[in-house]
């Protein structure tokens, strides 16, 4: 039996264990996906600390795969060894729940998670549910690929979906791994695009990116800065700070939504008349399916946008999961396979 080297979490908080298992094989209905690249995740310390109920370990984590088909189940039609493809936060989906009959699968209460409820992307080899693949185009590498599985289609799917047009004001609030890669997106939309940070450090980064405007919300108030402007039809809010989103949600203008990517256990403090006047709203949004990470890919090979990254190889797991953690990465952090 061939074997393959594993970045795996032996129990709930403890480190990164890099050793040798069986390849799998793939069961009827699976792929096997030889790894070539996988983002790592802040929520990837969901697996790495144990917060999410009923993981079973040890367990791989990593739910930003990038690679190339295997070997292919009994029972899988459309997909063939050989095919580049890519796997995100969905990782397939129940099919008898009531959302998953209304065709929201994205919202599955009983939704499979790459890294959490199976083996995810910190290996050499892994397998998946055929419904979980995403085709990954060619004119993108898979180390640029991976972040955009996660971090690009949550910002991609929710600017879409925002009901923002072009010319209209979209603020993106923070310009980490998510808003680095929502700049971009919110540019190639036709939107003005507002970034608001904290300091001036990143004001060149964010119109390099494409913000038309940058407000320093350290050294201006934010929110008259976008009345000035119009008010915005949507705050896309990235950073994951409920202080940040509160003191923000006034730049709205009339009929704005604030849409709420960055996950906090914090609560927004948005009183009724604040909601009333202006026909305001707020909204969070998950990521997509596998289809919407595959257009999130085709739309950033089209447009050319691409994540800031780090790469790590594999063996360097533990190191590199600790540099994404720790917040002094350059945006998104990427695990490369060797035997890619």
Request: hydrophobic share 40%; glycine share 14%.
């Amino acid at each position: 039996m061939a074997k393959m080297k594993v970045a795996q979490v032996g129990k709930a908080g403890g480190p990164f264990e890099l050793v040798e298992r069986d390849v799998p094989r793939p069961a009827p209905g699976q792929v096997r996906i030889r790894v070539q690249a996988c983002g790592i995740c802040h929520s990837d310390s969901l697996t790495k600390e144990g917060q999410w109920p009923g993981i079973q370990y040890p367990r791989v984590p990593g739910h930003e795969i990038a690679g190339v088909i295997d070997e292919v189940g009994a029972g899988v039609t459309g997909w063939a060894k050989g095919q580049r493809v890519g796997v995100g936060w969905y990782g397939g989906h129940c099919g008898n729940c009531a959302p998953c009959r209304r065709g929201e699968f994205i919202n599955c209460l009983y939704l499979s998670i790459p890294g959490i409820s199976y083996d995810g992307g910190y290996e050499e080899f892994m397998v998946a549910p055929a419904d979980a693949l995403a085709l990954m185009p060619e004119g993108i590498s898979p180390e640029d690929a991976a972040p955009l599985l996660c971090a690009g289609i949550t910002t991609f799917n929710a600017l879409r979906h925002s009901g923002a047009g072009p010319g209209d004001l979209v603020a993106i609030q923070g310009v980490g791994g998510l808003g680095h890669l929502g700049i971009q997106f919110a540019n190639r939309f036709g939107y003005k695009v507002a970034a608001v940070s904290r300091g001036a450090e990143n004001a060149a980064l964010a119109k390099r990116l494409g913000a038309h405007v940058y407000i320093d919300s350290k050294a201006t108030n934010a929110v008259e800065e976008l009345k000035k402007l119009g008010g915005a039809r949507v705050i896309l809010a990235t950073a994951p700070s409920a202080q940040a989103m509160t003191a923000l949600f006034d730049g709205l203008g009339t009929n704005g939504t604030m849409v709420v990517l960055g996950a906090s256990m914090e609560a927004i403090q948005v009183t009724p008349i604040q909601l009333i006047m202006g026909r305001r709203s707020l909204q969070g949004w998950p990521s997509g399916t596998s289809i919407d990470s595959e257009d999130t890919l085709n739309f950033s090979v089209m447009a050319g946008v691409r994540p800031m990254i780090e790469k790590f190889p594999l063996e360097r797991a533990g190191e590199a999961y600790e540099r994404m953690m720790s917040g002094k990465a350059e945006y998104r952090v990427v695990l490369t396979v060797s035997n890619a």
